[in-house]
């Protein structure tokens, strides 16, 4: 017998202490330590930021001297990114929204991500105060487009879909229009058409959807489909204004 | 599943390296449960360890670009930053400061797994043996501390050291003979100390 023979058992860290501080070293630490790690080079401004109930704000980058071609290689169709590219974006997007959204953005994790062509986007989602709040960015050539919707109502009973947001920058060589919201569990595709007539297949799924174009002009209408490729509802908007950032059209 | 978790150590240390915070978080689920422990047997304390357990992982973040990983494993290295921090707890904690009072660990709801007496009791018996621990010299301490503790076999708790594992075998051979004296001393009667 030893005193090494009765060294307390090995126990783990409680498990909330554990998720909290690995949460915590995961979101926190590279503004904490002042040692960003490689940064894409964007240069984000707020344009608006409102913590408003069900209001969208957005914030874009943009470099007005690019000659770029802004987005030839945008699909309509997206492709879905795998569970480690989902939450890689996630949390990228997450950092930047709480940037410049401070604690309206808190505690969003990635629901939804997705690529057209050379360009991501990933859709956010947390609870705060019984609400649902909804985060989204979009990596474009000329930075991200983000927005952010706080404190939304549940769905009520019988809703089928509802667009929560659609921020964007509405000119330019570089503009570009994010729509994104909830549906019900009974959707499975949702087709948004924009005031510019395109056709955009969004991203759905978990109660989620996210699409987004490269032009101005909104959402015209909304489509919620069935796994069975039933239509369950369309949902027409009229034409917004052209400013930006825009009240969501509800 | 999680493809993240088929990813090899070393490529988490790319990744986190390279920046991605993600791929540290990895990092840290899968090893802050054996740097916990290893922290509670240096320090006697589960709420030090637990501090202790984030400032290794904040410090293994702050040296990323420094670090080559060795082997398949980074876990000897966080052991050898932990051995480092546990040694300088009070410099560790002030490089730290800042950055701890911000982690959340207080705020959180308590654990049900969270046995308060049995983890008084844990640390009323790891006291008596940090007691006996401490009359070694302090590098002899860290040796015996890897191999003993944590038990990692000579070439990890060399990588940990960063010394030679002949170094290791030397010290530990040190070690378990001062340890075999000191409790002969202190108890009356002779101990017996574990043999590899």
């Given amino acids: ?250 | 599943m999680d493809m993240r978790e088929d990813l090899s150590d070393g490529r988490l240390w790319e990744l986190a390296a390279g920046g991605e915070a993600w791929a540290f978080g990895q990092l840290f689920e899968r090893h802050h449960n054996a740097v916990y422990n290893f922290c509670f047997r240096r320090t006697a304390s589960w709420d030090m360890a637990e501090e202790i357990t984030s400032i290794v992982f904040l410090e293994f973040w702050r040296r990323r670009r420094e670090v080559a990983l060795v082997g398949e494993s980074i876990r000897p290295w966080l052991f050898g930053v932990a051995t480092n921090v546990t040694r300088s707890q009070r410099r560790a904690l002030g490089r730290y400061q800042a950055v701890v009072r911000r982690l959340p660990a207080h705020d959180v709801v308590a654990d049900p797994a969270d046995d308060v007496a049995g983890r008084l009791d844990d640390e009323r018996r790891m006291a008596r043996v940090l007691d006996a621990v401490h009359a070694l010299p302090r590098r002899e301490q860290d040796v015996l501390a890897l191999c003993v503790f944590a038990e990692l076999d000579y070439e990890s708790a060399a990588t940990a050291l960063a010394i030679p594992v002949g170094t290791v075998r030397s010290r530990l051979s040190r070690a378990r003979s001062r340890m075999r004296k000191h409790l002969a001393a202190t108890s009356g009667h002779p101990p017996i100390v574990r043999s590899s």
Wanted: proline share 6%; charged share 10%.
């Fill in chain 1, 1 to 250: 017998m030893t005193i090494f023979d009765d060294l307390p058992a090995a126990r783990e860290m409680p498990t909330a202490h554990a998720v909290a501080r690995q949460h915590a070293i995961e979101t926190q630490l590279p503004q904490l330590l002042g040692q960003q790690g490689p940064h894409r080079g964007r240069v984000l401004s707020v344009a608006a930021a409102s913590a408003a109930v069900a209001t969208a704000a957005v914030i874009a980058a943009v470099n007005p001297w690019s000659s770029t071609p802004a987005y030839a290689s945008w699909t309509a169709v997206p492709d879905q990114l795998d569970r480690v590219a989902t939450q890689q974006l996630g949390i990228t997007c997450a950092k930047d929204l709480q940037r410049h959204f401070n604690g309206s953005a808190s505690g969003l994790t990635a629901a939804l991500a997705e690529r057209r062509g050379q360009f991501q986007a990933v859709l956010l989602q947390g609870v705060h105060d019984g609400g649902t709040s909804m985060g989204v960015c979009v990596n474009t050539h000329h930075g991200d487009l983000g927005g952010l919707t706080s404190v939304l109502a549940p769905l009520t009973a019988g809703q089928v879909i509802m667009l929560d947001g659609n921020p964007g920058q509405t000119s330019g060589p570089d503009a570009a229009r994010v729509a994104y919201g909830r549906t019900s569990t009974a959707v499975a595709r949702v087709v948004v058409t924009t005031q510019d007539n395109r056709t955009v297949t969004a991203s759905a799924g978990g109660g989620y959807f996210l699409a987004w174009w490269p032009s101005g002009p909104g959402v015209s209408a909304v489509s919620a489909y069935a796994a069975n490729g039933r239509e369950l509802v369309v949902r027409h908007y009229p034409a917004a204004s052209t400013g930006a950032p825009q009240q969501a059209p509800r």
